[in-house]
């Protein structure tokens, strides 16, 4: 299994600022995935980045607005950019497991004011 | 879009059996079923994957029907911790490197 931790937990962040959000694995992983969930909401995929390549962005997520590095085979960092009201929400990392299953962070809780 | 069809909520007995349906009936031929839950603030926790058979682990069973048009998770005997969201994908390929595409679950409750 894998284990992941995200940075910050939570935050409250002010309209039109940019946060950044880390997600660090205890192992090397190929896939990295980021998602948003919105309150009361299910889980949408933002992108999944590669390491070595540029992230692959889901219709409607743009990378001026959620810009993401994936620097090493462990980390990954996702910026949430020039935020709005509307930006609120769980932000969520995975990395695909063992060949058959996916690990999940425990998310970060975003607030904007 | 999700390819899956889920109850919005469900509620069962503690230590009785929870059974959760799922319609796929789109499914391809190379497309496997897996079964998430998130409990309230955590991240999702895989369950449990099948292709065509019947499936068990230690947490779960899964029964796919034969046209694999739908399934069901089987919490043989649920407890109040059992109490989450329940996601039922399809998942292309047999990699957990295959993107996620959530819809929008069976929120399960477990009365005591």
């Known amino acids: 299994s894998a284990v992941i931790s995200q940075k910050p937990s939570r935050d409250i962040c002010q309209r039109g600022t940019s946060l950044t959000i880390q997600c660090q694995v205890d192992?090397?992983?190929?896939?990295m995935f980021w998602y948003r969930q919105q309150p009361g909401q299910s889980l949408t995929l933002i992108a999944t980045a590669n390491q070595g390549s540029e992230a692959t962005y889901e219709s409607g997520f743009v990378i001026d607005k959620f810009p993401i590095s994936r620097p090493n085979l462990t980390f990954s960092t996702l910026t949430v950019s020039n935020m709005s009201p509307e930006d609120s929400s769980i932000y969520l990392c995975?990395?695909?497991?063992?060949?058959?299953?996916?690990?999940f962070g425990p998310g970060t809780r975003l607030t904007v004011t | 879009d999700a390819k899956t069809t889920q109850p919005p909520s469900m509620d069962c007995a503690e230590g009785r059996a929870a059974n959760l349906p799922c319609n796929h009936s789109t499914i391809s031929g190379n497309e496997y079923v897996y079964w998430y839950r998130q409990i309230h603030s955590q991240g999702p926790q895989y369950i449990i994957h099948g292709l065509k058979n019947n499936e068990t682990n230690e947490m779960a069973s899964l029964i796919i029907t034969e046209d694999r048009k739908s399934s069901t998770l089987i919490l043989p005997h649920a407890t109040l911790r059992d109490t989450a969201v329940y996601y039922c994908i399809v998942v292309p390929g047999y990699s957990s490197a295959s993107k996620i595409i959530f819809g929008s679950g069976t929120r399960l409750s477990i009365r005591p």
């Open positions: 995975s990395v695909d497991g063992t060949g058959f299953e996916q690990y």
């Open positions: 192992s090397q992983v190929t896939m």
